[in-house]
């Protein structure tokens, strides 16, 4: 059977799975986005379906001095004793600290901060104890690579002194450290080489816990650097075994579009078969490159196909597709203001501040897709503006807008680049509800608004290498959202968005 990487698209990096049964499931960062930690399930490895989010409280997730691509960075999950802990580092409100619930698709616990540094944490479960792996050590300073020491479970408080375990092979940012048990071995997995295209898994085994490990004689177990391959900077890894005992790894990659290559829809999780040697090392994908399709026996079912995603705001609650920036505001966002509406307040904030700007978005995807929305606007004033936005961080975004000017109702196209600020389409716009979209291809947007007499505006295009993490920075993929702003001053406009449509390309174009 084939199965198509990633296995789930769009900015879901730093993937950690966990097998419980025959369930599977599996966690990824979200930065300063609001809810935290979104956790996936699945039978098979390859149909994934969301179930929740692991942070949902403000008291979970304080986010409001994140910046972008502060929050939370990668977590982690395991389960034990019946219960399913996930731990992760708010870099930007907190530090480490892990959350648990014995219901993956229902509440979480309340964070349990634990007494120690470093950042993309794990948990080992062995003999009643629980370990602590981490990046960094407050007792070794200057050292990089793997630190691991006990902590109480229920206080997270340290236990006895920190271990350095395995400073890695050489590579820039030895980081996502995993330590497992197989067959005598303690195993660490690891990432190097920085999440960009350099990029490794590499691993070490010992027969004691606190070492000293071996490194793999074939390091890196993963890479696809300088090579020429549509996947690319894998890395940031997690290992599991399947209920037929085959082992699989999930990690993080990129999709790249023009050259030189960028990427812009952010890091993806990826899967691949995992076989071990005679003498008891992993050999991931048969020790060749990840394709975008594989072809394995290990899979009986298909892969279902990426279908048209439509949202009419007629539930009581956003569905787990939606995220705000940082902690939403509650006075900025409605779904019973106007029932059948998602309503967004022209608050003060706006997408460019370092604040919660009323705004709710969803991941693109896919290279290839198309997203529109209904707007029902009329600003209260000048200031006023709502519309559809093409957004990687505070300040890389393209807006397609309801705004005025000089007096007169108007649609704008506006690009954000850093410090510059461009508003190259300025189109009058009769009364009455229009209809804003957005066609992705791998290099273009492609942005129109429908009229309410049905003319279409064709408001141009834009770069997707505008949005890319090359020149954007940061660690997070573009979003597709709906935004409301009063410009600096909170104002009586309302905008109401009536439905939104995310409608993937083909599966041989994505």
Not at 61 to 68: F, I, Q, V, Y
Not at 400 to 422: E, S, W
Not at 444 to 466: C, K, M, N, P
């Amino acid at each position: 059977m084939r199965y198509r990487n990633p296995i789930i698209p769009g900015f879901h990096p730093d993937p950690s799975i966990c097998r419980v049964g025959d369930d599977f499931y599996l966690v990824t960062s979200t930065f300063e986005y609001f809810p935290g930690v979104p956790i996936f399930h699945s039978r098979d490895l390859v149909n994934w379906k969301q179930i929740g989010h692991c942070l949902t409280r403000d008291s979970q997730l304080p986010l409001a001095n994140a910046w972008s691509s502060g929050g939370i960075f990668a977590p982690t999950i395991r389960f034990h004793d019946g219960r399913f802990y996930m731990v992760t580092t708010n870099v930007s409100g907190g530090g480490n600290f892990y959350v648990w619930t014995e219901d993956p698709a229902g509440e979480w616990s309340e964070p349990i901060w634990i007494d120690e540094t470093g950042i993309d944490p794990s948990l080992l479960f062995e003999g009643g104890r629980v370990y602590f792996v981490s990046t960094s050590s407050r007792e070794h300073p200057g050292k990089s690579g793997a630190f691991q020491v006990e902590i109480d479970l229920t206080t997270g408080k340290r236990i006895g002194p920190s271990h350095h375990l395995w400073t890695g092979t050489g590579g820039q940012y030895p980081e996502g450290p995993h330590v497992f048990r197989k067959d005598g071995w303690y195993y660490l997995l690891m990432a190097e080489g920085g999440t960009e295209f350099g990029h490794m898994v590499t691993i070490a085994r010992s027969r004691e816990r606190n070492g000293p490990y071996e490194p793999c004689p074939f390091n890196p177990i993963l890479t696809h650097r300088s090579l020429d391959m549509p996947l690319q900077a894998l890395g940031h890894s997690d290992l599991v075994q399947d209920t037929h005992g085959n082992w699989w790894l999930v990690f993080l990659a990129c999709r790249h579009a023009g050259y030189p290559k960028m990427h812009h829809i952010g890091r993806e999780t990826c899967l691949a078969p995992v076989d071990w040697t005679e003498d008891g090392w992993p050999v991931v994908n048969g020790g060749k490159p990840v394709a975008l399709e594989i072809e394995t026996d290990r899979i009986s079912v298909e892969q279902a196909p990426d279908t048209a995603v439509r949202d009419d705001f007629d539930a009581p609650t956003l569905g787990f597709d939606w995220n705000f920036r940082r902690n939403p505001n509650p006075n900025a966002w409605s779904l019973t203001e106007r029932p059948g509406s998602l309503s967004l307040h022209c608050i003060a904030a706006t997408l460019r501040d370092l604040a919660s700007p009323a705004f709710v978005g969803r991941r693109q995807e896919h290279l290839n897709c198309s997203a529109s929305t209904t707007l029902d606007f009329v600003p209260a004033s000048p200031t006023d503006e709502a519309g559809l936005t093409v957004v990687m961080n505070d300040t890389h975004h393209t807006d397609v807008a309801v705004t005025q000017r000089d007096g007169q109702r108007v649609v704008i196209l506006r690009r954000n680049l850093g410090t510059l600020a461009a508003e190259p389409i300025v189109a009058p716009l009769p009364e009455g509800p229009v209809i804003l979209s957005v066609r992705a291809e791998p290099e273009w947007y492609h942005f129109s608004a429908q009229a309410s007499d049905g003319a279409v505006i064709d408001l141009g295009r834009a770069e997707t290498r505008h949005l890319s993490t090359e020149l954007a920075r940061g660690f997070t993929g573009v979003y597709l959202g709906m935004y409301a702003t009063g410009n600096g001053t909170d104002s009586t406009g309302i905008a109401h968005f009536d439905r939104f449509e995310y409608t993937p390309g083909t599966p041989a174009d994505k």
